[in-house]
């Protein structure tokens, strides 16, 4: 085994998915203060005297309580370089997390006891299937009343269509939480909470004996409950879960840290390691091959002071080491990485060298964009990542004719982190381009960062229209006559959309002038509202 492969295979890549409010950036933070990344865990809804989490940095994240931003975190755990990808929870920024879990090997879902499989982590759940995935999940918040364990076992294998097989299972009912019995490694565990859930839960081996006579008839009902699980064969397979047709079930309360120790465990043990990466031809990129890296995200101004722009790069193969010059797969120029660093919301830290499956923040990528490639030595690309459909349209003006200049140059900053989609027509002209977008919280989120990163407020003037669709520059004359409907130039492509104010006027103008190019804009084959 080659120094590369050897140092992939210690390599742990994952994101934790779920719907809004099912505990994602707690577990987040949770996570790290198990690996000993951090000291304190925080809280998105942060009580008084308790910081909060580190990983949401943005003003706006921190007032509504929601992850806007993701957030890469590196870690070391028992030997092994965890990176861990935090996404965006609500369902407005669902691009941002397909482009993430491009990055990843295995998802985490988050599930809340009380709620079970909600839209939004279906969705993701989706995603995960299209990508092949695997998934292991967590039902968090066992700390507060919730439903039935059977009954989430059974949502989680009628709704996925994966097989659970839990590897630990809660002693006493959601909101009157004692414990765990840990299936696969044979132990019964009880938890006690330390003060304000901020730092690590104690964890104590009990004997059969002892679990009867301290946890009484919960031990009892668990105990028979796992029993019934060994009866019907819910057993953790690995080349299943490998091959997306299990999940590996955990219970706990990330807010209570736990359950949150023995996650880290089954991902150390069960989660798969860095393989090799198909690229454009479908060839698999060896890992030890030389290096290559797929841009997953981009984000500017996540420090305040600087102003700069990190491109977030996944290592696909090779060694990379700070400092070498790379071939940006798009342009063919060369791209120094002079200035890479691990960044986890506002915190940073500087890396000298990563391997496959490691995330690198490369600093000032002024001409990278999500789905780029970057390679050493032989040229290779990997498949671009596409963007959603855009649902939602606004005109975006400038409320200072003097603001002008900074107005375009942050529509332009947006449009190539991939914030927005921008449209633009020369009959609106440069100064009033099309905002399109899959949720409108994405609008809030441009005029928040135009007006507190480019002093430039704007105006927003909503549209009529609800579809996009690909079209050529033939139709493009036709439909440019149409009422409700228009013509416009997405500018990261130059791709010509037409937008329609629904399905029906679409469908009417089709019946109209037949032999229109008119097509769905897919992201992923089945995606249900995932459409580039």
Same mark, same amino acid.
């Given at each position: 085994?080659?120094?590369v ?6 390599r742990?890549?994952?994101? *934790? ?17 198990h ?7 925080g ?5 008084a ?9 943005? &003003? ?12 890469a ?11 861990? *990808?935090?996404?965006?929870?609500h369902?407005?920024?669902? &691009? ?32 995960c ?27 989680? #294998? ?15 009912t ?7 019995v ?24 009990? +004997?059969?004996e ?24 819910? &057993?953790?397979d ?17 807010l ?55 491109a ?14 790379? +071939? ?16 986890f919301?506002?915190?940073r ?23 780029? +490639? ?5 040229? *290779? ?18 409320r ?9 140059r ?6 190539? &982190?991939g914030?927005?989609?921008?449209l633009?027509s ?9 905002l399109?977008? *899959? ?31 690909? +079209?050529d520059?033939?139709?493009? #004359? ?22 329609f ?32």
């Amino acid at each position: 085994m080659s120094a590369v492969t050897s140092e992939a295979a210690r390599r742990r890549t994952f994101a *934790v998915i779920s719907h809004p409010d099912a505990g994602k950036s707690t577990m987040t933070e949770a996570l790290a203060l198990h690996a000993s990344a951090i000291t304190q865990a925080g809280a998105v809804h942060g009580k008084a005297g308790r910081r909060g989490v580190t990983s949401d940095w943005m &003003e706006m994240e921190r007032a509504r309580g929601i992850s806007i931003t993701s957030a890469a975190l590196r870690f070391d755990y028992r030997d092994h370089v965890f990176n861990l *990808v935090d996404t965006p929870g609500h369902a407005d920024f669902s &691009e941002d997390t397909y482009r993430v879990l491009a990055a990843v090997d295995c998802a985490v879902m988050l599930l809340d006891a009380a709620k079970g499989m909600e839209p939004q982590t279906m969705k993701l759940f989706e995603v995960c299937r299209h990508r092949r995935i695997p998934v292991i999940t967590f039902v968090n918040k066992w700390d507060r009343p919730g439903r039935e364990p059977l009954e989430l076992l059974d949502e989680i #294998e009628e709704r996925t269509g994966l097989r659970p097989t839990p590897i630990t299972w809660p002693i006493g009912t959601a909101g009157n939480f004692h414990g765990v019995v840990d299936r696969l490694a044979g132990r019964i565990v009880r938890y006690t909470r330390t003060p304000g859930g901020a730092t690590k839960a104690l964890e104590t081996d009990l +004997t059969p004996e002892q679990a009867v006579a301290e946890l009484g008839a919960d031990w009892t009902r668990a105990g028979e409950e796992a029993d019934l699980l060994a009866a019907i064969g819910a &057993e953790h397979d690995q080349k299943a879960f490998e091959a997306h047709e299990s999940t590996p079930v955990l219970f706990g309360a990330a807010l209570s840290n736990f359950g949150v120790a023995r996650l880290l465990d089954v991902l150390v043990d069960l989660a798969p390691a860095p393989a090799p990466r198909a690229d454009v031809e479908g060839a698999a990129q060896p890992l030890d091959a030389p290096f290559s890296g797929l841009v997953f995200k981009v984000q500017a101004n996540m420090d305040p002071a600087h102003r700069d722009r990190i491109a977030f790069v996944r290592v696909c193969s090779g060694r990379f080491e700070r400092g070498m010059v790379l +071939t940006h797969a798009a342009t063919g120029r060369p791209f120094a990485t002079k200035y890479a660093q691990s960044v986890f919301g506002q915190e940073r830290a500087t890396i000298d060298e990563a391997y496959p499956g490691d995330v690198v923040g490369l600093v000032n990528a002024t001409a990278l964009r999500p789905g780029d +490639t970057l390679y050493e030595g032989k040229p *290779v690309e990997f498949p671009p990542i596409p963007s959603f459909a855009p649902e939602h349209f606004a005109v975006a003006r400038s409320r200072s004719t003097a603001k002008a200049k900074q107005f375009r140059r942050g529509i332009d900053q947006l449009d190539g &982190e991939g914030v927005i989609q921008v449209l633009r027509s020369d009959l609106r002209g440069d100064q009033a381009p099309v905002l399109a977008a *899959v949720g409108p919280m994405q609008f809030e989120v441009v005029q928040h960062r135009l007006a507190t990163e480019f002093g430039a407020e704007i105006v927003l003037d909503r549209l009529e229209y609800t579809l996009a669709l690909r +079209t050529d520059a033939e139709s493009a #004359e036709v439909l440019r006559r149409q009422r409700g409907a228009e013509v416009l130039t997405r500018s990261r492509d130059q791709a010509l959309l037409a937008v329609f104010a629904d399905q029906w006027r679409m469908r009417s103008i089709q019946r109209e002038h037949a032999g229109l190019t008119l097509e769905p804009l897919i992201a992923g084959q089945g995606l249900p509202g995932a459409t580039a």
